[in-house]
């Protein structure tokens, strides 16, 4: 029942239908104009500006127009009759190799068999195959080799060559490889001062630095990592970020950084390059990443906020408009429940802003987990007055729609994805990626293990983990499971007794998991035992692993959400209860925490851009808190997380 009335609440908002209009595009070509690219679809002028606002200002050769297709007739080039082949499915064929064979698109091959949309090809099953009329299928990206490198860098500028400037620094100022710089200047063999050279068009924020005395340029190798680097070149590992901004966001193969000269070490530094370490900015940074805010206390800005919520409600796969459809759809459609889900929570955050004096005009769209299905939303509709756009839940989607809007600087917020996204200017990702939560917890480990005895538990799957942890502890015991399993009498021959014992536990195996944590159990008896890991996977919901087990060994392990307090949560969870009927998930809470932010952010300033500038430091709700950073090619991505330890009686809390 509860899912069932937010799911009616979103039909209410839908600023789009479930099964309205269908669009194509059309590429424009030479001498054509929107007077008779409207004439050839019979469709009126109006019809095509009213989905495409800038061709008021003229179109390009080139450039592609959205066209309402069932307003319109077939155009000139498909006035060809379709006609259609019937294929019997054979055994191991897919839509893509079908579309292969038969050159026509998969679009094209479900539009023709409309089940296809929400099920998969059966072995014997007849399909109808269009073969003529239809646009060819595209074909499949090749992988990418060096010699494509070129074509694939489309945006580039000039750059002239100044004196004493190396491959290294200018590839690392414009955001490329040195083999990138190289093959987009195939006869350059050797720079020249005042040689004009093609580069990229992202360019890092600070200048070009010379090579001198002290520094060099260094390209990152495959397996190397911040620690190596660090000993490597004698120099801290927070001192590399300051030197390398980029570095933030993940160290990477190819990667161009800024180092001191091997064998002159950062005690060589003379007083300017040490200012350079010691910048009052990056300290500042960091003292604003442990200031809390309550944004409730800075609303200024009382204008009604316009928001976009993207979810991947998927209402085309449900048959038809029925009560009975709708329950099915939800007992048997994870995707939707969890829309459902944060789409209550996100209800109930802008019920509450209304509450604080913030009124938020809401538009909710359903993206289908559709890249293109969230560019055929944005060129339908008019987002030129959206605030903020909150949404779509994956990765190509977000893409795609942070892609379309980056001009108008329209933010997009990436609510649950936690993969390292393309950079653009407007969006924000709101959950931390998953080397961010393994980055906090090695930390975490490296500032409060000195004095422990530390033991690594990690599988062959863990390899990278693994390393970087003996590169921290040296003269950590390292144990290797052996065939999914871990034996007590190795773990106890590692452990001491009279001293702190840190077991550090990686693997992605039930086996090892099971075996590591009730071999602990029982030697927990006799000895002091804290059990970490950098990555709790769904494996430790199996039900072969204790959570009691887990409980007695204090579990920590880094986490993107806490276990909300109820006393604190009160009030948000008696009106969850009160209009839904069950406590929120995590979901749920998830969209509220969220959304709130977002509104008292756009409340605190002109916009969501100037709410970080003037409002510096990290917010906090029920469950979730956020703490934004500039990243240094585009965008902004939240820093802040928690540290959580399981307790004897199986609650929550965050390490301080």
Not at 569 to 596: C, I, M, W
């Amino acid at each position: 029942m509860r899912y069932l009335l937010v799911l009616f609440f979103a039909l209410q908002l839908f600023s789009i239908s479930a099964f309205g209009q269908e669009y194509k595009y059309h590429e424009v070509k030479p001498g054509e104009t929107v007077y008779s690219i409207a004439k050839s679809y019979d469709i009126s002028e109006d019809a095509i500006y009213k989905y495409n606002p800038d061709a008021r200002n003229g179109i390009e050769v080139s450039s592609k127009l959205v066209i309402p297709v069932s307003e319109a007739k077939a155009s000139a080039e498909e006035s060809d009759e379709i006609s259609f082949k019937t294929h019997t499915v054979k055994r191991k064929e897919t839509l893509f190799s079908l579309s292969k064979q038969y050159e026509v698109s998969i679009d094209d091959i479900k539009r023709y068999n409309s089940h296809l949309y929400s099920s998969e090809l059966r072995t014997g099953e007849e399909i109808r195959i269009p073969v003529g009329g239809m646009e060819k299928a595209p074909a499949a990206p090749e992988r990418r080799t060096s010699a494509d490198i070129k074509n694939q860098i489309t945006d580039t500028r000039e750059h002239v060559v100044l004196p004493k400037e190396t491959k290294y620094g200018i590839a690392r100022k414009y955001g490329l490889t040195v083999k990138e710089l190289e093959a987009l200047n195939p006869k350059v063999d050797v720079l020249q001062p005042g040689v004009m050279i093609r580069v990229g068009t992202k360019v890092l924020d600070q200048p070009v630095i010379l090579t001198g005395d002290k520094f060099e340029f260094y390209e990152v190798k495959s397996k190397e990592t911040l620690y190596s680097l660090s000993k490597r070149f004698d120099v801290e590992q927070d001192s590399l970020i300051a030197l390398n901004p980029a570095l933030k966001e993940g160290l990477k193969t190819g990667m161009v950084l800024k180092v001191p000269n091997k064998g002159e070490g950062m005690g060589n530094l003379d007083e300017s390059e040490t200012e350079e370490l010691n910048d009052p900015d990056r300290l500042e940074e960091e003292d604003f990443a442990s200031t809390k805010l309550d944004l409730r206390n800075t609303i200024r800005n009382r204008e009604t906020k316009e928001i976009a919520l993207m979810l991947p409600f998927n209402l085309h796969k449900i048959a038809s408009d029925s009560l009975g459809d709708y329950k099915k759809a939800i007992q048997t459609e994870r995707v939707l429940r969890i829309s459902l889900d944060f789409y209550g929570g996100a209800l109930m955050a802008v019920e509450e802003a209304k509450e604080l004096g913030i009124s938020a005009r809401v538009s909710t769209y359903d993206t289908r987990q559709n890249a293109g299905e969230v560019v055929n939303i944005i060129n339908t509709n008019n987002f030129d007055n959206v605030d903020a756009v909150i949404g779509p839940f994956l990765q190509n989607s977000t893409e795609a729609a942070a892609a379309r809007l980056e001009p108008k600087g329209i933010p997009v917020i990436s609510p649950l994805s936690n993969r390292s996204m393309r950079p653009f200017d407007n969006l924000f990702q709101s959950r931390p990626t998953d080397n961010m939560l393994q980055d906090a917890m090695l930390e975490y480990l490296e500032e409060n293990g000195d004095d422990k005895n530390i033991v690594i538990i990690a599988d062959g799957q863990a390899y990278q983990v693994k390393e970087r942890l003996r590169n921290i502890f040296p003269s950590a015991r390292v144990i290797t499971p052996s065939s999914g399993n871990v034996k007590e009498s190795e773990i106890k021959n590692a452990l001491v007794e009279g001293r702190e014992n840190w077991v550090i536990l990686e693997t992605s195996s039930v086996g090892a998991l099971s075996s590591a944590t009730s071999a602990l159990n029982r030697l927990a008896r006799d000895l002091d035992i804290t059990l970490f890991t950098t990555d709790k996977n769904s494996t430790y919901d199996n039900y072969n692993v204790s959570n009691d087990h887990l409980a007695r060994l204090k579990l920590h392990y880094p986490s993107v959400d806490r276990e909300y307090d109820r006393e604190v949560s009160e009030e948000f969870l008696k009106e969850y209860e009160e209009k839904f009927g069950v406590e929120p998930n995590r979901y749920a809470v998830r969209g509220y925490d969220l959304t709130l932010d977002i509104l008292l952010r756009l409340a605190s300033a002109k916009d969501l851009y100037e709410s970080f500038e003037d409002h510096k430091g990290f917010t906090e709700y029920n469950e979730n808190k956020f703490y934004y950073t500039k990243r240094a090619e585009g965008g902004f991505h939240n820093q802040a997380l928690y540290i959580m330890r399981l307790n004897e009686d199986l609650t929550l809390s965050p390490v301080e």
